[in-house]
Structure formats: C-alpha cells, structure tokens
C-alpha cells in the first residue's frame, strides 16, 4: 500500500477520550507532597490552587480512559485531527532506507501542541463557575495558547511572563494580548514572592520557577481563580494523548508499526502524550518499542539529575514531586529552546523512565539547529527549537539505517513551528550559537538544595 505524504484522520476519528497511563502502571508514579507536612496532598488542598475536575484527574490512577468533554472535541476540530506525515523529502536527501514519520502539532495559531491542553484547562475552570486563570510562561508557547482558549470560553487569563522573555519576545506577548490576556514581566512588583526575588536579586532577568510561583500566589489570593500549568502535571499528560491515539490510529491504518519513537522533553507533556497509547501496549505485554526522551545538553534532567523529592518553583510554594530533577535551584544557562528550559520532569515519565520503559538522550543546541536547518530545507517546515531536538535524533536513528540497512519506522514529534525564535535562527546562522553543559559540581550544588523527604 502506497503511504501518502500526510496521513489525514477524518473529523470523527479524533479521540472521545484520553488516555491515562498511570492506570496500566505496576509502579505508579510517586505522590505530590504538601511541601510542610510532607504528607501527600489531599484533595482538598489541590483544590485551593487547581480546578476541582483537574484535581480529579490528576490523582486517578485507575481509570485508563477519561471522556473528552463535547465542548472541548468542538473546539479540537478547528485544529484537529493534526496530520502524520511521511517525511518523504528528508529520507530522500538522507538517502536511508529507513521510513521516518512525525506528528505535527504546529498548525495553529499558538503554534504548538499546548492548546491541547490549554482548552481542556480552560473548559474546566469555566465550567467550575471561576471567573479567572493565572498561569507563567518561559518562551511564551503556553502562554499564546492559555490566552487562545480563555478567549473562547471568556475566561481572564493573567500571564506571568520570564522577563527575559518578555523583553526579547515582544511579538508573543503582543499575541497573548491580542487574544485578551494581561501579560506581567516575573518576577514583579505585583506579588510578595516577586517583590522578594526583586529585593534579593536586584536585576534579576527571571526564571520559569519564580513566574510560577508568582503565578499561584495571584491565583489563591485573588476569588473566582486558579492556577494552570502548561507541562509536568499528570492531568496535562493526560490531554496530551490526543497526539498519540492519533498518530496510532493514522499508521494502523497503513498497518505501519513504528520501531522508534522519539520526542523532545521539557516538562515532558508533549513526549508523554506522544508516547502513552504505545507504552500502554509495552506495560500490558502487547508490543515492543523503543522510545527515547530527547533533552538539551544544558538542563539534562534525566540523563543527568536524580529521581528524588523536589520543590516544583523557585518559591517553594507548590507541592513537592519526585521526578528526575537537577534541583529547582537549577538555572540552565541560557539557550534557544525555552519550552525545554525546567528543572524537573513529569513525574508518570520519571517513573517509565526508572522502570526502563523509555530511554533518553541529550543533544548540543547547534547540532540541534543544524538538524533544524537541514529539516527546513528538506521537509519545508521551519521547526521549533524544541522541536529540533526530536529531528536531530530521528536523522541520527534514521542514518544508523544507512549503515545497517534497516527499514526501521521511525516516529517523532513535531511539536511547534520556530516562526517566534528567529532571534535564535539569526544567531545560528550568523556563527554566534553557543553551547552550554552544565558541570558535575554545578549540578551537584543545585541538588544539594533539594528537601530531605
Ligand atoms: C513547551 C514546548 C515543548 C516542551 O514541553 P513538554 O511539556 O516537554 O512537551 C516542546 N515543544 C514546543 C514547541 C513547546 O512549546
């Protein structure tokens, strides 16, 4: 059977529900604990930051699928299904026998796979009767798509923004606010934490740990709203397999079985959701893949940090989670993919990963870019940095082919377009593209931070 070069679903093929890992999990992941008493997290307590139905699925471990709302399928179909495409071109200019595949989240206005997460929070809080939402952003990707779907259900958005970001990014900030939402640089004068960051490091360009924990001081001190959270949480993990039911039903139809697949990790929502509809067949004993987490060579949390108990924002205000984490001290040294920039990772994917379930890998951002570069030239999308990280890998997998001969499927996650991070393009295309690893020492000292649980 010919495979044409993009896979579309029809309309009614988009998912009716996600699905939840965790309940074919033997070892789940580990509990968030309140940060003072150490004990986890009751209901309750995640009720005062989160949406009650958000809390809902971020504690279930039991059931496997969870029904998408009708409200929130209406809204999928404006962007949805998102095509799998055959990457024709690429394999050409390879020349690899292998067949490489990748799921692309960037066609929409947020540019990214993060609205589909966005609208299902921003349903919940509507429906919860809430009047606001407050949520930070790093490289402003969450942010544009928070924005995108307060505005369809009328929802205030208030958008902590890295002031490093907001500084150089002015054009996403001016889409958030076109969209409605009122964007402050973090930290701020707005919040006590942000006066105090302020005060102790005057100057300071920000971090994605303090916008968050500026984020959720607003939320519980202000009625009628919550916090949101664009990555690491369970239940956004959760929305996220959208992608992968997706991209499963869209290759089954071709009979096609992916051998690899592979995805940028940041938070780890996009990889997860990627990747959970394929890991439930490994965790039920149905099928064998193999899976690799890609992450910058700057903030390598798995590769390179610990699976330990750690504080979720600079803060220290938000639960306690054990993931694998270089410590929420941590600040990566500057680099271009800003959506891979946190400390930690999800923590359903910290435990697959400790359980071997899934690999990972780092990659050097101009190596990055350079795979950027040559998927642009090749496949006519210009990519996310980000997402760059997953092409790298998959050219790599795809050129082992070469050597070996292998018709390997190769399945990757195209989760954005780069059109916001040319500030990063022109610096690599000038030469002046840097790359930053962390030493053992640096890393050591930030985990040293870490609370004794
Ligand atoms: C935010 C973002 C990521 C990383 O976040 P995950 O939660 O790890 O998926 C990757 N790609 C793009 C385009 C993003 O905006």
């Known amino acids: ?17 996600w699905y939840n890992v965790r309940a074919d999990m033997k070892n789940k992941p580990a509990p968030l604990l309140n940060p003072a008493t150490k004990e986890p997290m009751k209901k309750e307590e995640l009720e005062a930051v989160f949406c009650s139905e958000l809390v809902a699925q971020e504690l279930n471990e039991t059931d496997a699928y969870i ?44 540019g990214s796979h993060k609205l589909n997460s966005a609208i299902a929070q921003a349903y919940y809080a509507k429906k919860q009767g809430l009047t606001g939402v407050t949520t930070e952003t790093g490289a402003g990707q969450w942010g544009t798509a928070l924005s995108m779907a307060c505005a369809y259900f009328g929802l205030d958005c208030k958008v902590y923004m890295v002031k490093v970001s907001y500084e150089q990014k002015p054009f996403r900030r001016e889409v958030m606010r076109t969209y409605g939402a009122s964007v402050t640089p973090s930290p701020s004068m707005d ?39 664009g990555s690491v949480l369970s239940q956004v993990l959760l929305h996220q397999t959208v992608i992968g039911l997706e991209a499963k039903t869209a290759l089954e139809k071709y009979g096609v079985k992916p051998d690899v697949i592979i995805g ?37 949390s798995l590769t390179r940090g610990k699976y330990i108990y750690d504080f979720c924002d600079t803060g220290k205000v938000c639960p306690l989670a054990k993931m694998y984490t270089l410590g929420s ?12 920039r ?35 030239k090749t496949e006519g999308i210009l990519p996310a940095p980000e997402s760059s990280h997953a092409i790298k890998v998959a050219i790599d ?49 930030s985990l040293a931070q870490c609370p004794k649980v």
């Open 1 to 17: 059977m010919t495979i044409p070069y993009k896979i579309y679903l029809d309309e009614k093929e988009i998912p009716k529900q």
């Open 264 to 300: 940028c990790a940041g938070g780890g929502s996009n990889l997860g959701g990627l990747v959970s509809p394929f890991v439930g067949e490994m965790l039920r004993g149905e099928n064998e893949y193999e899976i690799i987490a890609v992450e910058p060579a700057s903030c390598p």
């Open 329 to 340: 001290g941590y600040i990566p040294a500057p680099n271009h993919a800003g959506g891979l």
């Open 342 to 376: 946190y400390h930690g990772m999800s923590s359903i994917l910290s435990q697959l990963y400790d359980d071997k379930y899934i690999k990972a890998v780092t990659a050097k951002q101009t190596d990055v870019f350079e795979a950027a570069q040559y998927f642009a």
């Open 67 to 110: 029904d998408i709302p009708t409200e929130i399928r209406d809204f999928y179909k404006m962007y949805r299904p998102s095509p799998v495409v055959r990457a024709y071109c690429l394999e050409k200019a390879l020349g690899t026998p292998a067949h490489i595949y990748y799921k692309f989240e960037g066609n929409n206005t947020s």
């Open 191 to 229: 919040t006590e934490i942000g006066r105090k960051i302020n005060e102790e490091f005057p100057g300071t360009t920000g971090s994605l740990g303090c916008a968050i924990s500026e984020a959720v001081e607003k939320a519980v001190s202000t009625p009628g709203y919550r916090y949101v959270l």
């Open 397 to 445: 997998e795809a050129k082992k082919c070469i050597e070996t001969g292998e018709e390997k499927n190769i399945l990757f996650g195209l989760t954005g377009t780069g059109y916001f991070d040319m500030v990063a393009y022109q610096k690599f295309n000038d030469g002046e593209m840097e790359n930053y690893i962390p030493t053992d020492e640096e890393i050591a000292a």
